[in-house]
């Protein structure tokens, strides 16, 4: 018996209403308009963040509130900060002129999924979340951060119908789609902060480092660059594994014990980090298979040793 497929009505792409007016639905909705789509209104909690929004995206339908969204809207982003979908959700579907049935409304919050946007789907809605895997720091323009917004991964999950309408959204944006089980949500966004708040820690750390040895040095930048990208292009190569170098990966436990009482005597402060990323290098170049067994436990002896020793300093102190 052959199993017949269920074939859902193609909804349109091609108008779509910005609520949130900050810098993922500025550069998103641009990404849209220099495609070829129309931005049918832009409301944002205030109007002057609207008017720049809207400027941005050359929409003079700007507001405050949500009955501005015209009927004829495809979709409806939602690109406010996450503890606002869901009072954003309850408002939309409260409304009396769209046309829901004919109507895509997706969030763009790393933690929420689409259950988020359940009073829309009660309204005949196709809602799903539709995370963009980037970041858009406070401190940049949306005209800065456009270009590296172009070609990216968007966490989304949603109905069979409505991952398939994520999925054209991606396409209008240049982009693909990870699909996320809604309850590993929480767990994919840490992933996504790591990618980006933890190496931007990991940077600052090296800029403090650097300050060390080079006082005054303002620009630490330009001179780890190279091995940065260096580093990052093995990784596209291979894998994390084959492209790790290093004394760890050496079993150079001279070599670390040396950076343990240099980092004692010059950034102590810097301990705990080092410690920990050096057990976690550890454990990578013992997968990586370039350090024996017995590498692996006398370099885990040492770290621990000195680790112990730091706390018991601080401890006296």
């Known amino acids: 018996m052959k199993r017949s497929l269920v074939i859902f009505p193609q909804l349109p792409m091609r108008k779509y209403a910005i609520v949130g007016a900050g810098k993922v639905g500025s ?27 809207g400027k941005f995206l050359r929409c003079k339908n700007v507001s405050t509130s949500l009955d501005s969204i015209p009927p004829t809207t495809d979709l409806v982003l939602v690109a406010t ?36 946007l359940e009073p829309l789907r009660q309204r005949g809605a196709t809602v799903f979340s539709f995370h963009p895997l980037q970041t858009f720091p406070r401190d940049f323009a949306p005209r800065d951060i456009l270009e590296s917004a ?8 949603g109905s069979m119908q409505a991952l398939r309408v994520a999925r054209l959204l991606a396409r ?20 996504c902060v790591l990618a980006s708040n933890h190496i931007t820690t990991v940077l600052s750390i090296l800029e403090q ?35 790790l170098s290093g004394p760890i990966a050496r079993g150079g436990t001279e070599t670390v014990a040396s950076h343990f009482d240099a980092i004692r005597s010059y950034a102590p402060q810097l301990l705990p980090y080092f410690g920990l990323l050096s057990t976690e290098t550890v454990k990578l ?33």
């Open 81 to 116: 900060p996450h503890g606002a979908v869901e009072g954003v959700a309850e408002s939309l579907a409260s409304l009396g002129l769209l046309k829901f049935k004919r109507l895509a409304v997706c969030h763009a919050s790393g933690m929420l999924t689409a259950e988020a």
């Open 285 to 317: 170049a013992a997968t990586k298979g370039s350090i024996t067994e017995s590498q692996e436990h006398a370099l885990l002896d040492l770290i621990t040793t000195h680790m112990n020793t730091n706390l018991h300093t601080q401890e006296i102190h």
């Open 209 to 243: 480092m650097v300050n060390v040895f080079q006082p005054g040095q303002k620009k630490f930048y330009p001179i780890f660059k190279p091995i940065i990208l260096a580093t990052l292009h093995n990784i596209e190569l291979t894998s994390p594994a084959k492209a």
């Open 172 to 191: 209008k944006l240049n982009g693909k789609v990870v699909e996320i089980k809604p309850e590993m949500r929480a767990f994919y966004h840490a992933a």
């Open 150 to 157: 172009r070609g990216i991964y968007y966490g989304v999950d």
């Open 27 to 53: 550069v998103l909705g641009r990404i849209l308009l220099d495609g070829g789509g129309t931005i049918t209104c832009v409301v944002s909690r205030t109007k002057g963040s609207a008017q720049r929004a």
